[in-house]
């Protein structure tokens, strides 16, 4: 069959093509009017190539409609450039136009430029979008895109995984976020629930017999969107395994992350075995339970050496210090910013600092209220050199310990310590089960469906927030990339951890009632995790912005502005589904 449009994309004409008659098809990248002759950077999703338009040419009327953005196809004959470009792959050549048919006509104003440097607003780039992804940076992007999940998918091909869609339309369960909800036209009343994940549904194929399930899943939740998270709809590659234990999970989880980013990259990728961190170490080195380990900075707790202090800040506090070494001299500017960062960004009451010089003497901040003997523990404690400066906080246990995972986290920015072309792997290990709620009543740290570890007889004897759980994380770059679990199964120990969490029996079966059903027809171990597409895909594009890797995002207010979504619908919309609105 022959392409009336097109006998090559226009990356793949070389000299070997000279007096070659070809047919190219694309969008108009650039015109060059030099009077006598018109030269056109004709794009297509693959590259470009210059045409040129001769002087007196029959074409020259056609041209006078030619602007840039349109599609045009081009019949011409390739010649050798007079003058090559070796930035371009085709930069050797060019196409004499013979015949030009223009095939889609472009206004003459855009809303803003393709593939120029200056910075657009976000929100009319998402107006837009269809021009938007035409830029070459976007647009590979989306083609790297489908490169990582095709990777995704061979992976867990090779390791005897099989693929199965779980429903979009649901049932509305607790999992930590809000639902989104569907009302039911046939059941008045009545809705499903956007699944925030297919945990209930995977769990279920367990129960099933098949051993190894994964799927590319969508899933919603109605979270607030932040650079990292995608309002209302996010993908992750999931996977359950039965008769599994943790370890099996994350050789899964590092075995698949390290082949697909090993394809995907030129930087240097952690070697498996990544290592693993307890939560509880991560939140006293790093403040945090996403470190980056690219950061070298260790947050250290001198609360005991600050015991019976005269400095009223630090008075019954938890202390927590970084210490920054072999560093230029800062102006006290910079001391003064890092304050208002820790006050107005991260809640801090204030930031204290000393600085230490070249012959060990520190000064400036609270040093005054530093004595020798001090001076020498904290020296010891924390390897201080010199030229270098110390930061202090102090508050309450777990407000102290967040704080200065805050600061870590700018310091890092700010003395430009973060190792380079690098991804970083660990897996966080050993979640608490349950945590104190902002009302002071036990909830569940994470998954509610992790097994706790040791069984009934933690939940029976332990005080709910000593109790770990078969609960990790996987972390790349200080970006939370998966989360998994060893799964509970047991009917029993089911209730009883809900029960911990304020669930009744009734609520248990009425929230998850075919799960709670199954558990009771010899359901198998069972253990599995979810992988963060987006954010994987974000780390491998290098860029910053989930946005800048998915086709069609909805923008910082979760607005779609390309189809106008949210929007109101009709009242005899709402009628069919039962609903009258109170606004």
Known sequence: MINKYRTHNCNELRIENVNEEVRLSGFVQKIRNLGKMKFIDLRDEFGITQIVISENSKLDEISKDINTECTICVKGTVVERSSKNDKLST???????????????????????????????EDLRLEYRYLDLRNQKIHNNIRLRSKILKDFRDEMNKLDFIEIQTPILANSSPEGARDFLVPSRLHPGEFYALPQAPQQFKQLLMVSGFERYCQIAPCFRDEDPRADRSPGEFYQLDFEMAFAEQEDVLQVMQTVAYNVFKKNTDYKVSEPDFIKIPYKEAMEKYGIDKPDLRNPLIIEDLTEIFKGTEFNSFKDKTVKSIVVNNIEEKPRKFFDNMSTYAVEELGAKGLAWVKVDSDNNINGGISKFIDEDRKKQIFEKMDVK????????????????????????????????????????CFIVDFPMYELSDEGTIDFNHNPFSMPQGGMKALI???????????????????????????????EIMIKAFEIAGYTVDDVKNKFGALFNAFSYGAPPHAGAGLGIDRLIMLLAKENNLREVIAFPKNKKARDLLVNSPSTVSDEQLKEVHIKLDL
Not at 92 to 121: Q, T, W
Not at 465 to 487: K, M, P, T, W
């Open 461 to 491: 004897e332990k005080d709910p927030l000593d109790i770990y759980a078969y609960q990790f994380d996987l972390v790349c770059n200080g970006f939370e990339v998966a989360s998994g679990a060893v799964r509970n199964h047991d009917q």
């Open 91 to 121: 930069g050797e050549i060019e196409v004499i136009a013979k015949e030009i048919e223009i095939l889609g006509k472009c206004r003459n104003e855009l809303p803003f430029e393709i593939n120029s440097d200056i910075c657009v607003k």
């Open 386 to 425: 010199p030229n270098s400066a110390i930061f202090f906080v102090a508050d309450e246990f777990e407000k102290a310990q967040k704080i200065a995972g805050g600061i870590r986290i700018k310091l890092g920015e700010e003395f430009d310590l973060l190792e380079k072309n690098i991804y970083k792997f």
